[in-house]
C-alpha cells in the first residue's frame, strides 16, 4: 500500500523542538505546509507560493536558508492489522533526502544516512488498527559533515564527500547550489506472511535465432522457520503466453531455474531493430499458499564490451547479441534540480526526444542519482542502452572509515539489485573522472594526500558484483584506461573524455606530468576533434545557448541582453571566456543577444557535427561517441541539447543527421583535399551511388560528380578524394556550398561549408512562410540566396518541431510540422521564422 497522501511538512530551528513531541501520533498539525510524496521541500514551498521559484533571476541565493533548517514531514494512513494472522509489516522508504529519522505513532523506528538506499523498517509490533501516524525528522546536513576532516579535492564545495547524496545539488558547472531535503522517493507499507521474495535476478546466459537460455535466481527471506517454500517462474510473451516456466523448491534461502526460450525475440537497440520485452512473473508459495510475487519486463539479449578486437588490439566496444555496436548518444544528468518532483511525464519526453534524435546510448553521470524506474522502463521500452555510473564525482571519498563504506557497501548493492534485470543497463561504471583527476591534481601540486576512495572503486564495487551481478562489466572510472606512460584519458586504451575542445586541456599528457591549459582560439576549438582518435569518446561538448524563452521566462525585465549580470548568472562555468574564444574563431564574437543564440548555437551544433563525423570515419577504432550533455536540471546556458524547457537546440537537430545509421561526410580542411565517406551502422550493406554537388550561393552551379557506393554491413568507407581546386573550378571557397546526397538508399543528406561561417561571403535571403494553422505545418521556401540556419521559433515550452535550424537553397522548401508533446496541433499566432542571412518575420 502506498502512502501518498495527507503529507505535511514544517520547519524549526535546530534544537528549537522535541522530537518526540513533534512525533507524537496526537500531534495537531493542522497548520503545517500540504505537500506532495514524493517530492522535496523546494518544490512544496514553491507550489505554495513561500517560496520565489529559485529558477527566476538570482532567486536560488534567497531559499539557502532551507538547507540551514531542521525539516518535518508527517502523515497519517488507515490501516488493518489482524493480531492473529502472524503478518509482518514493513515500512519501506524508497528515497530519503538524506539524514533522516523515522517515527511510527510517536516511536523512533531507524535513522537513515544515505539518500540513494532504500531503507526497510519492521513496524510489525508498532503499527495498529485504525489510525497510523507517520513522522520523518530531517537534520541540516551540517551537523553531521562540520566536524570531519575537509578533503583536499571536492569540486565545487569541500563538504560533500562525507554525504551520499547527489553531488550537483552543491551546484556544478552546468547548476546552481540547491541543496534539496525531503522524502524523494514513494512510501508504503506492505504484509509479508511467512516468507518474501527478497531479490529475483534474470539473465541471458546465451541467445540465438533458435533459442535462448535464461537463468534466474531467487533469494527468500523467511519469517518462519522450516516452512516449506517454492517459487513458480514464468516468462510470457506480449500476449501474455507463456513461452517457459520453471518450478523449484527453496532451500536455504535460496533457489536457480534455467529457461529454455524457443525462436525467441530478442530485445535490441531501436536502430537496429524492436525492444521487444517479455514479462517475468515469480511467484513464491510458501506453505501451498502464495505469500509473495514480483513481475518484471525482461528482455532476452547479450551484452559485452570487448576490450580486445579480433587482431589483439585495443578495443572499447560494446556487443549487442554479437552486433558490435557503435554508441551513439549522450550523457543524461538529473532531468530537475528537485529530483523527487520530476514527473513521470518529463522522464518520457527526454527518451522520446532521445530516440527521435537518433540515440542509442544515455551515459547516467555519476554526480547525479541512479534514476528512477521511469528513466530505465522508458530505456527497456524504447530500446536505449544505459551505462550507469555509481554515485561518485569528482572528489576523495572517506574509504578509511568503516561506516561510511558500510553505507556505500549497502548503497551499491541495493541499486544493483535494483537495476540488473534491466536490458538497457549495458554497463557499470564506478565513478566520473576521479581516477584521472587525482593523477592531474597530485601532478599540479593540489593533493599531496593518498586517493581516498581507490578502493571503492577498485575493490569494494567488483566484490558487490561479483556477488549480484556478474551479467554485465564493470569499468572502474570514466575516463580510464591507460599504456605506454600515458595518462588515465589515453586514446588506446580504455574511454575517453575531450576537453581539449572548450576547455583547452593540452594533450597528449603523460601520467604524472603537470596538466596545461590553453585558453586561445587554437586551443579551444573544435577543429582539435580532428586530432583525437579515442577507442569510445564518453564525454565532450561546446556550449550552446538556451532557447530564447527559456532564458526569457527566467531573466528579470531588463535584463535579457548580451552582456547583462543575469545572462552571465544562467552559465556557470569557470571563465566565460572559452565560449567567446570558440566564438570569436568560428561565426565571430557576438554583438547582441540574437547573435548570441545564434552563434553559440551554431557552433555548438557544427562543431558536434565535426568531431562526431570524425568519430564515425574512424569506425571500427572509435566505437562510440557520447555527447555532454543532453540535458538540463535548471533553465542555464550549458552544454546541453535541449534545454530545460525541454526545447531542442540546433545541436539536436544536426544530431537527428549525424546521428543517423546511415552517414555522408566530407573529411576536409581550408586549402586541403576533399575525402567523401560512406558509413553504414545497419546490418546490410549499401549499394548505390553519392552525388557531391557545389553551388554558389545563388544556386548556380559550379562541379558536380558521383561516387559509387559500396557499403558494408556496419562499416565505414571512403568514396573517394577530389582537390579543392577542380571542386572550386575558378570559384572562392567562401562563396559556395557542398551538398552531399545519397542515390539508391536512405541516407539525410549533408549541407558542407568549405570555411567558416565568419569567412562566408553570404548575401542577404528571402524566406516566403506558409503557416497552415488546420495542420499545424509551416512551409519555409528561400529565395534568391541560400538561406543560412533556418530558425522556427514559438514562445512555448516542450513544442515539437519535425526539423530546425536547417539550410535552404534557393528555391528549396522544407515543410515542418509543429505540435505539443503529444502530436497535437498547437497554435502558431506567435510564430516567428528567421535565418542568418534573413531578418525576423
Not at 75 to 100: C, K, M, N, W
Not at 619 to 641: C, E, H, I, Y
Request: net charge negative.
Amino acid at each position: 500500500m502506498e502512502i501518498a497522501s495527507n503529507w505535511r511538512i514544517q520547519h524549526f530551528d535546530v534544537g528549537q523542538a522535541r522530537p518526540l513531541e513533534v512525533a507524537s501520533a496526537g500531534l495537531d498539525d493542522r497548520f503545517w505546509i500540504t505537500a506532495k510524496v514524493p517530492g522535496d521541500v523546494h518544490s512544496t514551498l514553491i507550489e505554495r507560493n513561500i517560496i520565489e521559484n529559485p529558477y527566476f533571476g538570482h532567486n536560488d541565493a534567497k531559499c539557502r536558508w532551507i538547507e540551514t533548517k531542521e525539516w518535518w514531514y508527517r502523515t497519517q494512513f488507515d490501516y488493518e492489522v489482524d493480531p492473529d494472522s502472524g503478518e509482518r509489516h514493513e515500512l519501506v522508504f524508497e528515497g530519503l533526502d538524506t539524514f533522516a529519522t523515522v517515527y511510527v505513532n510517536g516511536l523512533e523506528v531507524g535513522k537513515t544516512s544515505n539518500m540513494f538506499t532504500t531503507y526497510t523498517f519492521d513496524v510489525t509490533r508498532i503499527v495498529r488498527s485504525g489510525k497510523n501516524a507517520i513522522a520523518v525528522k530531517f537534520d541540516p546536513l551540517s551537523l553531521h559533515n562540520r566536524d570531519k576532516e575537509l578533503f583536499q579535492w571536492s569540486s565545487y564545495t569541500k563538504e560533500r564527500p562525507w554525504i551520499r547524496k547527489a553531488a550537483m545539488n552543491f551546484g556544478w558547472d552546468w547548476g546552481p547550489r540547491l541543496v534539496t531535503v525531503g522524502i524523494w522517493g514513494k512510501v508504503r507499507i506492505e504484509r509479508r506472511k511467512t516468507a518474501k521474495l527478497d531479490g529475483v535476478f534474470a539473465r541471458t546466459l546465451r541467445a540465438d535465432a533458435e533459442s535462448a537460455d535464461v537463468r534466474v535466481d531467487v533469494d527468500v527471506k523467511a519469517y518462519k522457520r522450516g516452512a516449506a517454500a517454492a517459487v513458480d517462474v514464468a516468462l510470457k510473451d506480449r500476449d501474455g503466453a507463456v513461452v517457459a516456466n520453471a518450478v523449484a523448491t527453496v532451500a536455504g534461502g535460496k533457489v536457480s531455474v534455467d529457461l529454455r526460450v524457443v525462436a525467441p525475440r530478442l530485445w535490441w537497440t531501436h536502430d537496429l531493430g524492436e525492444p521487444y520485452l517479455y514479462e517475468l512473473d515469480v511467484v513464491l508459495r510458501a506453505e501451498g499458499k502464495e505469500v509473495d510475487r514480483q513481475t518484471h519486463a525482461f528482455g532476452i539479449r547479450t551484452i559485452e564490451l570487448q576490450l580486445k578486437d579480433e587482431q589483439g588490439r585495443n578495443s572499447f566496444t560494446f556487443v549487442l547479441n554479437g552486433v558490435k555496436l557503435f554508441a551513439k548518444g549522450s550523457n543524461w544528468i538529473p532531468a530537475d534540480h528537485f529530483i523527487g518532483a520530476i514527473p513521470n511525464e518529463r522522464y518520457r519526453d527526454l527518451i522520446d526526444l532521445a530516440v527521435e534524435g537518433r540515440m542509442n546510448m544515455l551515459r547516467v553521470w555519476a554526480g547525479g542519482i541512479y534514476e528512477k524506474d521511469a528513466f530505465y522502463d522508458e530505456c527497456d521500452r524504447r530500446g536505449v542502452l544505459v551505462w550507469q555510473d555509481f554515485a561518485f564525482a569528482n572528489a576523495l571519498f572517506p574509504d578509511f572509515n568503516r561506516d561510511f563504506m558500510d553505507s556505500v557497501r549497502e548503497e551499491v548493492a541495493c541499486n544493483v539489485k535494483r537495476l540488473r534485470n534491466r536490458a538497457s543497463l549495458a554497463l557499470w561504471c564506478g565513478n566520473n573522472e576521479i581516477d584521472w583527476l587525482y593523477d592531474m591534481k597530485t601532478a599540479g601540486g593540489d593533493i599531496t594526500c593518498p586517493f581516498y576512495g581507490e578502493s571503492i572503486y577498485h575493490e569494494l564495487i567488483p566484490d558487490v558484483l561479483a556477488e549480484l551481478d556478474d551479467s554485465r562489466a564493470y569499468w572502474p572510472s570514466s575516463p580510464y584506461g591507460r599504456a605506454n606512460g600515458m595518462d588515465d584519458n589515453d586514446p588506446d586504451v580504455g574511454d575517453r573524455h575531450n576537453w581539449q575542445v572548450w576547455h583547452g586541456s593540452v594533450y597528449p599528457r603523460k601520467f604524472g606530468e603537470a596538466p596545461i591549459l590553453d585558453y586561445s582560439i587554437q586551443g579551444v576549438t573544435f577543429k582539435n576533434y580532428k586530432k583525437d582518435f579515442a577507442l569510445f569518446s564518453s564525454e565532450f561538448g561546446i556550449h550552446g545557448s538556451a532557447n530564447r524563452y527559456t532564458l526569457e521566462k527566467y531573466i528579470p525585465k531588463g535584463q535579457f541582453y548580451w552582456g547583462s549580470a543575469e545572462m552571465a548568472y544562467r552559465n556557470k562555468d569557470t571563465n566565460h571566456q572559452k565560449g567567446i574564444l570558440l566564438m570569436e574563431g568560428f561565426t565571430g564574437i557576438p554583438r547582441d543577444i540574437e547573435e548570441y543564440m545564434n552563434f553559440s548555437m551554431l557552433t555548438q551544433a557544427e562543431g558536434l557535427k565535426y568531431g562526431i563525423e570524425h568519430y564515425r570515419r574512424n569506425k571500427p577504432r572509435t566505437s562510440g561517441a557520447l555527447v555532454w550533455q543532453l540535458n538540463d536540471s535548471w533553465p542555464g546556458t550549458s552544454w546541453s541539447m535541449i534545454d530545460y524547457e525541454l526545447l531542442p537546440k540546433a545541436a539536436y537537430f544536426y544530431g537527428k543527421k549525424f546521428f543517423h545509421p546511415v552517414l555522408l561526410s566530407v573529411d576536409h580542411d581550408p586549402g586541403e583535399p576533399l575525402h567523401v565517406w560512406a558509413v553504414n551502422d545497419t546490418l546490410e550493406p549499401l549499394v548505390g551511388a553519392v552525388k557531391l554537388a557545389v553551388t554558389d550561393f545563388a544556386g548556380n552551379a559550379v562541379f558536380e560528380t558521383e561516387f559509387e557506393a559500396n557499403v558494408p554491413a556496419n562499416g565505414a568507407v571512403r568514396l573517394g578524394t577530389l582537390s579543392e581546386r577542380d571542386v572550386l573550378n575558378g570559384r572562392a571557397a567562401e562563396d559556395v556550398v557542398v551538398v552531399l546526397t545519397a542515390q539508391g538508399f536512405e541516407a539525410p543528406a549533408n549541407v558542407v561549408y568549405l570555411r567558416d561561417p565568419k569567412d562566408l561571403r553570404l548575401p542577404a535571403a528571402e524566406l516566403d512562410v506558409v503557416v497552415n494553422e488546420a495542420e499545424s505545418t509551416v512551409r519555409v521556401t528561400a529565395r534568391g540566396h541560400l538561406a543560412r540556419f533556418v530558425k522556427l521559433d514559438l514562445p512555448q515550452g516542450n513544442v515539437r518541431f519535425s526539423d530546425n535550424f536547417f539550410d535552404l537553397l534557393p528555391g528549396e522548401s522544407k515543410t515542418v510540422r509543429v505540435t505539443d508533446r503529444t502530436g497535437e496541433p498547437v497554435s502558431l499566432a506567435r510564430l516567428s521564422v528567421s535565418a542568418l542571412n534573413v531578418k525576423q518575420r
